[in-house]
T-cell receptor, first 111, second 114 residues
Framework: GEKVEQHESTLSVREGDSAVINCTYT??????FPWYKQEAGKSLHFVID?????DRKQSQRLIVLLDKKAKRFSLHITATQPEDSAIYFC??????????FGKGTQLIIQP | NAGVIQTPRHKVTGKGQEATLWCEPI?????VFWYRQTIVQGLEFLTY????????DSGMPKERFSAQMPNQSHSTLKIQSTQPQDSAVYLC????????????FGHGTKLSVL
């Protein structure tokens, strides 16, 4: 089945700098790649996604890049703010429906 | 819209006891997913339903875990003869359609098996 690897378990950046979280996947048939955010003590909520028919998507300060050849996708958070501190999970579809998640990246925004 | 509602928020059971976890998906959502979250394993898929029908339960430990969705407004996950390794946060999520749609997660049920 699909395996999703999230390369950084912890990432620390200064407030205002950019943060990049990288993920790789194994199933060439995967076509949907969402990202979720989990703040301390809270559940996951959706932040942004990208589908395999495009290689870049931006929503305000969030940019997702997809490299299908390398089976790699990444989340870029620009101009980081304290409220960006959280655990970020990448995911990929397995088959048509279910999502397989990475292990998560703890993003720390330093003042 | 109250979002996905999971009850109870916390459940403590003794080894060998049964635990039933409840999920109320967002009204109008046709797909319901169950995941388990632990520090070591991360987020593990358990099972999902589409329009109340079970579609894929390949992530469920077969012998002691079962899930049902008797109507469109709730789903249950039952764990029989709970073991310490079942301790985890069990997350329920729903989505409008099944394929390639964002999931809305509940707050989870933290199960502690003593």
């Amino acid at each position: 089945g699909e395996k999703v690897e999230q390369h950084e378990s912890t990432l620390s950046v200064r407030e205002g700098d950019s943060a990049v979280i990288n993920c790789t996947y194994t199933d060439t048939a995967s076509s949907y790649f969402p990202w979720y955010k989990q703040e301390a003590g809270k559940s996951l909520h959706f932040v942004i996604d990208i589908r395999s028919n495009v290689d870049r998507k931006q929503s305000q300060r969030l940019i997702v890049l997809l490299d299908k050849k390398a089976k790699r996708f990444s989340l870029h958070i620009t101009a980081t703010q304290p409220e960006d501190s959280a655990i970020y999970f990448c995911a990929a579809t397995e088959g048509a429906d279910r999502l397989t998640f990475g292990k998560g990246t703890q993003l720390i925004i330093q003042p | 819209n109250a979002g996905v509602i999971q009850t109870p928020r916390h459940k403590v059971t003794g080894k060998g006891q049964e635990a039933t976890l409840w999920c109320e998906p967002i009204s109008g959502h046709s797909a319901v997913f169950w995941y388990r979250q632990t520090i070591v394993q991360g987020l593990e898929f358990l099972t999902y339903f589409r329009n109340q029908a079970p579609i894929d339960d390949s992530g469920m430990p077969k012998e002691r875990f079962s899930a049902q969705m008797p109507n469109q407004s709730h789903s249950t996950l039952k764990i029989q003869s709970t073991q310490p390794q079942d301790s985890a946060v069990y997350l329920c999520a729903s989505s409008l359609e099944v394929s390639n749609e964002r999931l809305f997660f509940g707050h989870g049920t933290k199960l502690s098996v003593l």
